[in-house]
């Protein structure tokens, strides 16, 4: 076994645990963190099959934003997990009977890629060239020649989405308060801060003792 199946079962023995985790982890920001953590070890994976595009995508977009904002709207929203679980027993029989369709789907594709009867095929010279280039700069001329309006067309749907998200969330609510961005470029620094003028506060005198030979004669 060389250096490279060595590290492939290391990053695949981290990741099967990782993913094991998420689902057995009781606090909801560490089944986060260990999704971080298996995030890294299919980057990882993805390296060593010289697929280094997918790797940093994958820690760039997954690791980077998606999971970032996982763990910030976990841990600044007080979510229940009591109630989460309460029905978990209910539904388990249908979740795993789901689960076990997709595993025994992928088990059908995966070893389908492992038959080694049939004999490799030879490559032309063109191929070869073109497999000694860097995949990402391969990938970057065919998606910016060859595929160039779906790209433009997905731009566009994403940036559409990205404003309607805004204009729904920015809409007048009775509970919400709303400010006008014009009068916040119009304001000016006297508008503020005001300082105010006040007279020294005084503290109040003691109220008087009364004497003892007062309170006699009363």
Request: aromatic share 10%; proline share 5%.
């Amino acid at each position: 076994m060389d250096v490279k199946t060595g590290f492939f079962y290391l990053f695949s023995a981290v990741l099967l645990f990782a993913a094991f985790r998420v689902i057995t982890a009781r606090n909801p920001v560490y089944a986060a963190l260990f999704l971080v953590l298996a995030f890294f070890q299919a980057a990882a994976i993805w390296i060593l099959l010289k697929a280094e595009f997918l790797a940093i995508a994958l820690v760039l977009v997954y690791v980077g934003a998606v999971m970032v904002l996982f763990l910030f709207v976990v841990m600044m929203l007080d979510i229940n997990v009591d109630s989460l679980r309460a029905g978990f027993w209910k539904h388990f029989p249908l979740a795993a009977t789901v689960g076990a369709l997709i595993a025994l789907e992928m088990a059908a594709v995966l070893l389908g890629g492992f038959r080694t009867g049939e004999e490799p095929r030879t490559m032309t010279a063109a191929q070869a060239a073109v497999a000694a280039q860097p995949n990402t700069r391969e990938l970057g001329k065919l998606l910016y020649s060859q595929y160039l309006y779906p790209l433009e067309i997905a731009a566009v749907i994403l940036l559409v989405a990205i404003i309607a998200a805004i204009a729904l969330t920015l809409r007048t609510r009775k509970d919400s308060r709303h400010m006008n961005p014009a009068d916040q470029v119009r304001v000016h620094a006297r508008d503020r801060v005001r300082i105010v003028s006040m007279n020294p506060t005084l503290a109040q005198p003691a109220p008087p003792v009364p004497d003892a030979a007062t309170e006699t004669k009363a």
